[in-house]
């Protein structure tokens, strides 16, 4: 199984941006997909997670200004992120927890995210 993320970049303060992330691979369910960040010198956090059911789960920091979504049937995961701030700056990972014979969690290679003051 793969995670592959996209979207990332550079942006000013207040602006937007949007990521994506795909899962692929051989046969497998989701049970919850979603998003961690980590800024240099921090530890990565949880930012946002969405069950295959459609339960989200937001960091505090975020709720208001992020939208966490999944398509199922494509096994994708979505972020939209609004009103974006500079400590909003760091290397977002996708993350997935999949069934094929058992539980597992999966982490995508990150995708950078900048927000210039």
């Known amino acids: 199984v793969q995670l592959q993320a996209s979207g990332g970049g550079l942006v000013q303060a207040g602006g937007s941006l949007r990521l994506s992330c795909a899962a692929s691979?051989?046969?497998?369910?989701?049970?919850?997909m979603g998003w961690f960040r980590q800024a240099p010198g921090k530890q990565r956090e949880l930012v946002a997670t969405v069950t295959s059911g459609g339960a989200t789960n937001y960091a505090e920091f975020v709720k208001g200004r992020f939208t966490i979504s999944g398509d199922t049937a494509k096994n994708m995961v979505y972020l939209q992120m609004n009103s974006l701030k500079p400590e909003d700056t760091a290397v977002y990972y996708c993350?997935?927890?999949?069934?094929?014979?058992?539980?597992?969690?999966?982490w995508g290679q990150g995708t950078e995210v900048t927000v210039s003051s």
């Open positions: 691979g051989s046969s497998f369910s989701v049970g919850t």
């Open positions: 993350y997935a927890r999949l069934f094929q014979r058992f539980w597992t969690n999966y």
